[in-house]
């Protein structure tokens, strides 16, 4: 199983990214797919959650801003990140439990004020 994420870069406070996170290797309908982000020095957290029914949860700081969704044919997961804030800066990473954790690489988000 493999989950490769990409789209982060550099934005201006209330500018906007998308990332996208591609999973090979598992039967993409069955899990539930998953954006964690961490600041520096601080611990991982849930960012948003989309289960394979296409129902969603955010963390309290993104909702209205972010939004997630997933492609079946295309079997990735999307983060459409909107009114980017400074505190929104960190490294993302998609996720999923299938039979154990999958974690992607990560990808930078910097958000400048």
């Known amino acids: 199983v493999q989950l490769q994420a990409s789209g982060g870069g550099f934005v201006q406070a209330g500018g906007s990214l998308r990332l996208s996170c591609k999973a090979r290797?598992?039967?993409?309908?069955?899990?539930?797919m998953e954006w964690y982000r961490q600041a520096p020095g601080m611990e991982r957290e849930l960012v948003a959650r989309i289960t394979s029914d296409g129902s969603t949860t955010y963390a309290e700081s993104v909702k209205g801003r972010f939004t997630i969704s997933r492609d079946y044919a295309r079997r990735t997961v999307a983060l459409q990140m909107d009114s980017l804030e400074p505190d929104d800066t960190g490294i993302y990473y998609c996720?999923?439990?299938?039979?154990?954790?999958?974690w992607g690489q990560g990808t930078q988000v910097t958000v400048s004020s």
């Open positions: 290797g598992l039967n993409f309908k069955i899990p539930a």
């Open positions: 996720h999923t439990f299938y039979s154990r954790e999958y």
